[in-house]
């Protein structure tokens, strides 16, 4: 059984940093891509980054490239997204998923194991 464990998550202000991290258990973690996804209220659930299972290739949405960074440390079984310049907008649930395979995906219906997700709030 897979397990995706999120942390990192909390209150900062517009402007600031935070690191969510993904801790992943259950099967060969090194040989599955991974992304992050988030859902704000009220809003659907919308794709933020992946990465493929090397880490060679990742992939951003529109709106947090340049400032977030996805990456992965297969020896620890976890995925990291380094957020920075953090805006009020950012604000959501985060979630991290593995996927189907080892390449990278922005679809959702891609991943097949999901975490509990946790809360960033950015502040004005």
């Known amino acids: 059984q897979v397990q995706l464990v999120e942390s990192g998550g909390g209150l900062v202000q517009a402007g600031g940093s935070l690191r969510l991290s993904c801790a992943a258990s259950g099967r060969t973690f090194s040989a599955y891509a991974m992304g992050w996804f988030r859902q704000a209220p009220g809003k659907e659930r919308e794709f933020v980054a992946a990465?493929?299972?090397?880490?060679?290739?990742?992939y951003y949405a529109d709106s947090v490239k340049g400032r977030f960074t996805i990456s992965r440390d297969n020896a620890k079984k976890t995925v990291y997204l380094q957020m920075n310049s953090l805006k009020p907008e950012d604000t959501a649930v985060y979630y991290c998923a593995q996927g189907g395979d080892s390449a990278a995906y922005t679809d959702s219906r891609k991943y097949s194991y999901w975490g509990q997700g946790t809360q960033v709030t950015v502040s004005s």
């Open positions: 990465i493929s299972w090397s880490g060679r290739n990742t």
